[in-house]
């Protein structure tokens, strides 16, 4: 019983880390469809969407792959 108890911790807080719950802003550069290349900062959500913003201060743009 300790041993399932255990092993069930462990796969919680292994699932709970590798989320993109808590991912936050990272720089990059997003190439877009029509050629235009977007430098700021990234983050993928669960989903697949793609918040950026030029500078972390900025208001976020949420765009998907039909983007």
Not at 24 to 43: A, C, D, P, Q, S
Not at 46 to 57: Q, S
Request: hydrophobic share 40%; charged share 25%.
């Amino acid at each position: 019983m300790k041993i399932n108890l255990i092993l069930l911790l462990t796969l919680i807080t292994f699932n709970i880390s590798s989320q993109s719950l808590f991912n936050k802003y990272e720089k990059g550069t997003l190439y877009l469809r029509n050629g235009v290349n977007l430098k700021g900062f990234i983050k993928i959500t669960v989903d697949n969407k793609i918040k950026f913003k030029k500078t972390l201060e900025d208001k976020k743009q949420i765009l998907t792959t039909k983007k």
